[in-house]
């Protein structure tokens, strides 16, 4: 799978052993930035992330600020995003099966590592179910 992330100054840590775990699972990454911990704000990324995702450079997008509610924000500004915050995984695994989320966003002050790769790792093996729920995509779709 084709996984495009990106993040503010606040992730640039996590995001690179994010980034790591990814490749080592065989997942093709394309590290959209930001390149370092230098201060940047969180909406650049988030919209730059979303535009690779609607444009199909990737399969799917993972965004990371402080809370990732900014950037999560800011990844759904971009028409045909489908991004959700999450902090756990159950929510993760249902953002997938129930709404076919194609951004997942967190917040490297909100989860650690071990939580991080939990929510990454149930999210990413998530499957839209379709059916009863394919109707209500086409709604979010429609706002």
Request: charged fraction near 20%; hydrophobic fraction near 45%; include cysteine.
């Amino acid at each position: 799978m084709k996984i495009a992330i990106a993040n503010d100054h606040v992730a640039y840590e996590l995001k690179l052993l994010l980034v790591d775990h990814l490749r080592a699972a065989g997942h093709d990454v394309a590290d959209l930035g930001a390149h370092s911990a230098e201060s940047t704000d969180y909406p650049t990324w988030g919209r730059a992330l979303g535009e690779a995702v609607a444009a199909g450079e990737a399969d799917r997008g993972i965004a990371i600020c402080g809370s990732g509610v900014g950037i999560s924000i800011a990844a759904n500004k971009v028409s045909g995003v489908r991004a959700v915050c999450c902090s756990e995984p159950y929510s993760a695994l249902m953002s997938r099966q129930h709404n076919d989320a194609n951004v997942l966003a967190f917040g490297a002050r909100v989860v650690g590592l071990g939580m991080a790769l939990m929510i990454v790792d149930t999210w990413l093996a998530g499957e839209f179910e379709g059916g009863r729920h394919s109707a209500r995509v086409g709604q979010i779709t429609d706002c």
